[in-house]
Every structure is written in C-alpha cells, then in structure tokens.
C-alpha cells in the first residue's frame, strides 16, 4: 500500500499514469502498481509491474501477473460475508412464507392480512424472497437480489405505516417499522458496493444506507429501553448474573452502537461488536426456543428476522471494512 498515489511514466503512454500500489514486497524485483491509462478509452485499465514493466490491457491481466509466487488476487483476497448471511435470511423467510400461512402471528406479514387474493401474494413474496436469497449471493446477480430484498423489505416497512398513524404512541409499531427498513439499508449498502463502484451516486448510495442503518439501531435501543421486562424475558435464565442485567447491557449496548455509527467514532469496531450481539442473540436466545417448540410460527419467523438483521449488520461492517482497506 505504500506507493498508493505515486506518479509514474511510461514511455508508451503520453499522460502521466496515476498509479496504486497494492504489494509491495522486498523479495520481488520492484513493487506491483496497478496504473490506469489516461490516453486509453475511458475505464480501459493497463497494469505495470516495475521496475522491469510487464503491461496488460485488461484487468484479468492483473490477475496472471506473479510476484514472489503469488498472484495478485490472492494477495488482496478479502472475503467479505455480510450479503451472503443477508441472503440466508431471506431464503428462510421465503420458506416460512411458503410453509406458514398465519398472517396474525408473524409480525413481517401480518399487515397483509386484510388484503384480498392474501394467498397468492404469499407466494409472490415466498418466490421474491427465495429467489433474491439466491441471487445475492453472486456477484453477477447481487445487484438483482438486492433490489428484490430491499423492494420487498421496503414494502413490509411501509405496511406498518398505517399502524403508526393509528396508534403513534405504540412503539411497538415503529419499532416494527425500523426493523423492517434496517434490512432495507443493507440491501441498499450491497447494491452500491457489491461491484466496488467509486461512483459518485453509489458512493453517496451507500452512505444513505449507512445512515440509514445508524438510525435503525437508535430504534432498537428505544425499543429495548421501552420494554425492557419484555426484553429481559427473552434472556435465558440460566446465563449469569441475571435477565434484567443483560436487558440493560444490551441496550446500553445498542446506544453505544448508534452512537458510534452515527458519528463515525470507532464504527468499523462497533458495527462488529454489534454484529457479534445480534448473532449471540440467535444463538442464544431465538435458536434454542426454536428446538424447544418447533411447531411455533414465531419461532421460525424470530430466527429468520434475527439472522437478517445480523446480516445486514455485517454487511454495514463490510462497508466499513472496505472504506478503510482503500484509504490505506
């Protein structure tokens, strides 16, 4: 990463090439810059090892270039998980969808339950669901799953609207309402990251569903904090010291989150610790009641919602973990 910025010529190449270094290693003969040619068509890319220059006219030649035995994918290979686990989640609720037609217990489609022909929209949403769980998982086709999910999401969200009206002094509507949409801002976050764009509109894209995330987890925490017996009846009561002192930690915690992605105080760190939070209360909170009562809707549907949330959680702190590994 230490020549990111550099200037260098070549003198094949009328312009000065902007280059950025992603090896440098002492064994090899020179440090590997990856230079974009400002003569050639726009996003024609043109790739130099130095000082002994080897060129290629298109990216998959920054693949086959080799320095110290390794090829350069391998050596900036970073794996990220978040919009696979999103994608998990949606493929679950899709087979609930399927399996389950309770439209008065499960809070995602509960509002669907006053619509006409509802049998058949729960077979559009299954096939969305499922398909857009499918979709994201590649590169090729995330962009598509991503705005199924997020379109599909931003429905359920906005159903809960006329709930809200009706009864603005229930947070448990709103609460319904955040939860949905900070699936929508993970979708979002994929959508214009998924392909490492550095365009302006999927930059500022992706910052909308950041901020759009934040705002979520100020909800959470609200939400705990408004129901915090309810909150501490769903700990389990065997995890030491006690319910209500994990109700408190993990809303304190929840604070501390928003507070810190809102800011941009120490985000990559909190959007992990996050992660890890909503992942721990799937393991163990929703997962063990699932075993315990598998014949209960609620427990599918708070496995799947829980597991989507944490993905979009993760997806946040891949982001994060992008925009720091590029300014480096």
């Known amino acids: 990463m230490v020549c990111d910025g550099v200037r260098w010529r070549h003198p094949g190449i009328r312009k000065t090439v902007r280059s950025r270094c992603f090896w440098s ?16 068509k726009p996003g024609k890319w043109s790739f130099f090892l130095t000082p002994s220059v080897r060129k290629s006219s298109s990216p998959r030649g920054a693949r086959e270039v080799i ?24 493929i679950l609720f899709g087979v609930v969808t399927l399996v389950w037609h309770d439209f008065n217990t499960w809070q995602q489609i509960r509002p669907l ?61 709103w609460g319904y309402f955040f939860e949905q949409f ?42 705990q904090l408004i129901y ?5 009846a769903f700990v389990p009561k065997w995890i030491p010291p ?19 992605l809102l800011s941009g105080r120490s985000a990559l760190l909190a959007s992990r610790l996050l992660t890890a939070m909503v992942i721990g209360f799937g393991l163990l909170v929703w997962l063990p009641a699932l075993f315990a009562d598998p014949h209960q809707l609620i427990n599918w549907a708070g496995n799947a919602e829980n597991l989507s949330i944490a993905g979009a959680a993760w997806i946040v702190t891949d982001f994060l973990g992008q925009n720091r590994s590029t300014s480096q």
């Not at 290693?25 to 050639?40: F, I, S």
């Not at 299954?126 to 590169?139: D, K």
Request: aromatic content about 10%; some cysteine; charged content about 15%.
């Open 25 to 40: 290693n002492a064994a090899a003969p020179g440090p590997l810059v990856v230079g974009l040619d400002e003569t050639a």
């Open 67 to 90: 320095a110290n035995g390794e090829s350069l994918d391998r050596m900036n290979m970073k794996i990220y998980f978040g919009r696979h686990v999103f994608g998990l989640a949606a």
């Open 113 to 173: 339950g006053s619509i006409p022909h509802r049998e058949i929209l729960v077979y559009i949403v299954a096939a969305i669901e499922i398909l857009g769980g499918l979709a994201i998982q590649w590169p090729k086709t995330a962009r598509a799953g991503a705005i199924a999910l997020g379109t599909i999401y931003l429905i359920f969200a906005l159903l809960w609207i006329p709930r809200i009206v009706a009864e603005p002094r229930v947070y448990d509507r």
């Open 182 to 223: 900070s699936q929508v801002a993970g979708a979002m976050i994929v959508y214009a990251t998924v392909n490492r764009s550095t365009s302006e509109r999927a930059t500022r894209m992706a910052r909308i569903g950041y901020i759009f995330f934040g705002i979520c987890v100020v909800s959470f925490t609200l939400e």
């Open 228 to 232: 915090l017996s309810g909150t501490a």
């Open 242 to 260: 006690g319910q209500m002192f994990w109700a408190i930690t993990t809303t304190v915690a929840f604070a501390l989150a928003a507070i810190a």
